[in-house]
C-alpha cells in the first residue's frame, strides 16, 4: 500500500504548558480536507454502475454520496441504488455481523450483480465489524466478489479515501479479468476520470477518432468486470492526480504499464494529453492521427473564441476548486483571456500548486484554506469580475452579486475537451451578461419608495 498522509500535527504552542498559553483548537471534521476518508471512497467507486455498493453503518452514511454528483452512466443504474445495513442502537451495542451477511445474500439473490462492494463506516470500525472476514465468507460461499472497502470516515481525508479505494481495486479488481478478444496496442486506461456531465463519453469519442480506445475507465461509467482488464492498456492517464496516482504507481511497478498525468479542461490542455498518449504508445501511426486531429480542432476552436476573447478582455476571476482543476482550468480560462487573480490550494498537491504557479505566477492571491470570508475578501481585493467554484459557494457568490460559475462535481455541463471549451466560454458570457445583474444595480423598492417619501 502507498504511503497515506499522517494526522495533521497541532501546532508547537500546544505543548506550551504555561497557564497564558492558549488551548488546542478542536477538530472539525471534514472541514479542512473538503470529506472524509469515506466519501472519498464513496466518489471513486460508486460510478462502476453494475456493481452493488453496501454501506455497512447507519442509515444516516447512506446518503452521503448518492445523487450529489453528477457522474452519469450509459447503461446498468445498479450503483444508484442506497444500499445500507441501517445499523441501530442494538446492532451497535451487540454487533451487526450477521445483519451485514444477511444484506449481502438479500442483493446477491434479488439483484444478481458481477460483484458487491461493502463500505465500512465509522461506527462499524470503532465496534470492531470484521468486514474482511465476512466478505471473504460470502464471496467463497456465493461465488461472487464480495470486496470490503475499508475506509471510515475518521481515517483521514476524503483524497485519503480515493486512494484507499484505488487499493481496494487493486487487491481484489485488477488482473482478475481478461477481455473477450486481444486488447488493442492503442489501448489507454483512464484513471480519475468520473464522468461527470459526461465528459468522458466526448473524451473518448476524441480518442476513438485518432485511433486511440479506452481499455478501462477508473471509474465513470465503468463496468466491473471492464476494471478487472485494466492491466492489459498500454499507457496509463491519470485525470485527477489527487486521486488515483498511487494506482497509477502500482500498476506501472506491477504490469510495467507507464503513466502520465493530464487534463482535458483547455484546448491546449487537451492537446497535450492526446500527445502524450499516442508518444507513450510508440505507435507512429498513431501520433501522426493525433497531431492531424489537433490542427484541425485547435484552428476550429480558435476561431469560434474570437468573439469570447473580445468580450472577456480585461475580466478578472477567482477559481475556488482543488486537485487537477486548480490548475487545468487555469489553462482554460488563460485561452479564454480571463485573467485568474485567486485561486484555492487546499485540495492541491505540491505538484498542483508548481503547475498553478507555472500559468499565473506568483502575484495572485493564494488560497489555502475555505470559508466564504475568505474566498469574499480575495474577490473584493483582487477586484474580480467572477468566482468559478464548486456548488456550496454559490449562494455566497448570489448573495453578494457576483456572478458564479459551477466547476466542482455537482455540475451538470460538460466543459471537458475542445467543445467543452466552447461550452464554459458560452455559459461565463451567459453568466456574466444575465439579465438579473442589471436589476441588481438598481436601487430595492422600498429604498426607491423612501426617496420619493423623502421628496
Known amino acids: 500500500m502507498e504511503a497515506t498522509s499522517k494526522v495533521p500535527v497541532h501546532d508547537t504552542d500546544c505543548l506550551n504548558l504555561e497557564p497564558k498559553s492558549k488551548a488546542c483548537p478542536r477538530p472539525k471534521p471534514g472541514e479542512a480536507a473538503?470529506?472524509?476518508?469515506?466519501?472519498?471512497?464513496?466518489?471513486?467507486?460508486?460510478?462502476?454502475?453494475?456493481?452493488?455498493?453496501?454501506?455497512?453503518?447507519?442509515?444516516?452514511?447512506?446518503?452521503?454520496?448518492?445523487?450529489?454528483?453528477?457522474?452519469?452512466?450509459?447503461?446498468?443504474?445498479?450503483?444508484?441504488?442506497?444500499?445500507?445495513?441501517?445499523?441501530?442502537?442494538?446492532?451497535?451495542?451487540?454487533?451487526?455481523?450477521?445483519?451485514l451477511k444477511a444484506s449481502i445474500d438479500y442483493i446477491a439473490v434479488r439483484f444478481a450483480p458481477p460483484a458487491i462492494f461493502v463500505y465500512a463506516t465509522c461506527v462499524t470500525a470503532l465496534i470492531g465489524e470484521d468486514?474482511?472476514?465476512?466478505?471473504?465468507?460470502?464471496?467463497?460461499?456465493?461465488?461472487?466478489?464480495?470486496?470490503?472497502?475499508?475506509?471510515?470516515?475518521?481515517?483521514?481525508?476524503?483524497?485519503?479515501?480515493?486512494?484507499?479505494?484505488?487499493?481496494?481495486?487493486?487487491?481484489?479488481?485488477?488482473?482478475?479479468?481478461?477481455?473477450?478478444?486481444?486488447?488493442?496496442?492503442?489501448?489507454?486506461?483512464?484513471?480519475?476520470?468520473?464522468?461527470?456531465?459526461?465528459?468522458?463519453?466526448?473524451?473518448?469519442?476524441?480518442?476513438?477518432?485518432?485511433?486511440?480506445?479506452?481499455?478501462?475507465?477508473?471509474?465513470?461509467?465503468?463496468?466491473?468486470?471492464?476494471?478487472?482488464?485494466?492491466?492489459?492498456?498500454?499507457?496509463?492517464?491519470?485525470?485527477?492526480?489527487?486521486?488515483?496516482?498511487?494506482?497509477?504507481?502500482?500498476?506501472?511497478?506491477?504490469?510495467?504499464?507507464?503513466?502520465?498525468?493530464?487534463?482535458?479542461?483547455?484546448?491546449?490542455?487537451?492537446?497535450?494529453?492526446?500527445?502524450?498518449?499516442?508518444?507513450?504508445?510508440n505507435d507512429r501511426d498513431t501520433e501522426f492521427k493525433v497531431d492531424r486531429l489537433i490542427e484541425r480542432e485547435e484552428a476550429r476552436v480558435a476561431e469560434a473564441l474570437k468573439p469570447y476573447r473580445k468580450l472577456f478582455k480585461g475580466k478578472r476571476a477567482i477559481l475556488y476548486t482543488g486537485g487537477v482543476k486548480s490548475w487545468s482550468v487555469i489553462s482554460a480560462l488563460n485561452e479564454?483571456?480571463?485573467?485568474?487573480?485567486?485561486?484555492?490550494?487546499?485540495?492541491?498537491?505540491?505538484?498542483?500548486?508548481s503547475r498553478i504557479v507555472d500559468r499565473i505566477g506568483e502575484d495572485a492571491e493564494y488560497i489555502p484554506e475555505g470559508g466564504a470570508k475568505r474566498i469574499l475578501k480575495a474577490v473584493k481585493e483582487r477586484k474580480a469580475d467572477l468566482m468559478i467554484a464548486g456548488g456550496r459557494n454559490m449562494y455566497v457568490a448570489m448573495k453578494e452579486r457576483i456572478p458564479f460559475i459551477d466547476i466542482n462535481q455537482e455540475r451538470h455541463t460538460a466543459y471537458a475537451g475542445y467543445d467543452g471549451l466552447l461550452r464554459l466560454a458560452e455559459q461565463i458570457r451567459y453568466t456574466l451578461q444575465h439579465p438579473v445583474w442589471e436589476l441588481a444595480e438598481r436601487p430595492a423598492p422600498w429604498e426607491e419608495a423612501g426617496k420619493t417619501h423623502d421628496r
Open 34 to 99: 473538503g470529506g472524509c476518508a469515506f466519501d472519498g471512497a464513496q466518489i471513486t467507486l460508486l460510478p462502476i454502475a453494475d456493481a452493488a455498493h453496501l454501506v455497512h453503518g447507519p442509515a444516516a452514511c447512506i446518503g452521503n454520496s448518492w445523487e450529489s454528483r453528477g457522474s452519469l452512466s450509459s447503461g446498468p443504474r445498479l450503483s444508484e441504488y442506497g444500499f445500507g445495513t441501517a445499523l441501530g442502537e442494538r446492532d451497535i451495542i451487540f454487533g451487526a455481523e450477521k445483519k
Open 131 to 281: 468486514l474482511d472476514a465476512v466478505c471473504g465468507e460470502a464471496s467463497t460461499r456465493l461465488g461472487l466478489p464480495v470486496i470490503p472497502v475499508t475506509s471510515p470516515g475518521f481515517l483521514g481525508s476524503k483524497n485519503l479515501g480515493n486512494r484507499l479505494a484505488g487499493e481496494a481495486l487493486m487487491q481484489y479488481v485488477i488482473g482478475r479479468s481478461e477481455p473477450d478478444d486481444a486488447v488493442r496496442g492503442t489501448s489507454v486506461n483512464l484513471l480519475g476520470e468520473y464522468n461527470i456531465a459526461g465528459e468522458m463519453w466526448e473524451i473518448e469519442r476524441l480518442m476513438n477518432r485518432a485511433g486511440i480506445s479506452v481499455s478501462s475507465r477508473i471509474t465513470g461509467d465503468g463496468r466491473f468486470r471492464e476494471i478487472g482488464w485494466a492491466h492489459r492498456a498500454k499507457v496509463n492517464m491519470v485525470v485527477c492526480s489527487r486521486a488515483l496516482l498511487g494506482l497509477a504507481k502500482r500498476m506501472e511497478h506491477t504490469y510495467r504499464i507507464p503513466y502520465f498525468e493530464g487534463s482535458f479542461y483547455g484546448a491546449k490542455e487537451t492537446s497535450y494529453s492526446l500527445r502524450q498518449m499516442a508518444y507513450l504508445l
Open 336 to 353: 479564454l483571456g480571463i485573467r485568474v487573480v485567486g485561486v484555492g490550494t487546499n485540495k492541491s498537491t505540491a505538484e498542483d500548486v
